[in-house]
């Protein structure tokens, strides 16, 4: 596609709900990264993935959270028994897997846990 | 770890106004830096980047140069316009082969009056 796109774009889910937050990079791009950003905390990075591997999982804030990439395109993040600090944003960018490139965000998805 | 400090917002200036962001970082090895903007609405785009000391980097007519001897890359720019309200990231990555994570800075939102 023509930027990075991400669904749904507002996911409004009860406390203790699992949720999936989809992410659709551009075309070719090979590195994919999650980020959350919240009040409190800014923007913080998640997970990388190159290819349909995750090297660096090294943001992932508990075992609640998890993501996948199939085909090398298209990814998903799971957040199982959401909880209420879970509420973000959460923003996914994709690059062509080149130090230095630079990286294409996605408009987010704005979780927020009720 | 790898850190980025930004000043503390928010600020809001008059319209053809001087504009300087103050960004500093810490790292190892020798990180690229970036300024990323979101402007109302929008999902967050790279404004400019330099990848080693001394390099400036330039857009839109804002400037940033890489200082390694003071660990700065303040944002700079000689007149302000309204569509320049935005939020603004600071960011680094630290050169680790492919995998181009980025730490961002809390961000500073910009408001210009007409």
């Known amino acids: 596609g023509a930027g990075v796109s991400q669904s749904p774009s507002n996911k409004v889910t009860e406390k203790g709900k699992d949720v999936e937050l989809r992410c659709d990079p551009i075309?070719?791009?090979?590195?994919l990264y999650w980020y959350r950003q919240s009040l409190g905390q800014g923007l913080e990075f998640l997970i990388y993935f190159q290819g349909n591997s995750a090297p660096d999982k090294s943001g992932l804030p508990s075992d609640r959270f998890s993501a996948e990439r199939t085909g090398g395109s298209v990814s998903t993040l799971t957040i199982q028994r959401t909880q209420q600090e879970d509420s973000a944003v959460y923003l996914c960018?994709?690059?062509?897997?080149?130090?230095?490139?630079?990286?294409?965000f996605g408009q987010g998805t704005r979780l927020t846990v009720v | 770890g790898d850190s980025v400090t930004q000043m503390e917002g928010p600020v809001t200036l008059s319209e053809e106004a001087f504009l300087t962001i103050n960004c500093t970082y810490t790292?190892?090895?020798?990180?690229?830096l970036f300024w990323y903007v979101q402007y109302p609405g929008e999902g967050l785009q790279l404004l400019l980047k330099?990848?080693?000391?001394?390099d400036k980097g330039s857009n839109k007519g804002f400037e940033a140069t890489y200082r390694k001897e003071t660990t700065s890359f303040h944002l700079e720019k000689g007149s302000v316009q309204v569509s320049d309200s935005a939020v603004y990231f600071c960011a680094l990555t630290s050169n680790t082969g492919a995998n181009s994570k980025l730490t961002f800075g809390k961000g500073i939102t910009l408001s210009v009056r007409p």
């Open positions: 790292a190892t090895g020798y990180p690229s």
């Open positions: 075309s070719g791009h090979t590195a």
């Open positions: 330099a990848t080693k000391a001394d």
């Open positions: 960018a994709s690059n062509i897997g080149v130090a230095n490139t630079e990286a294409f």
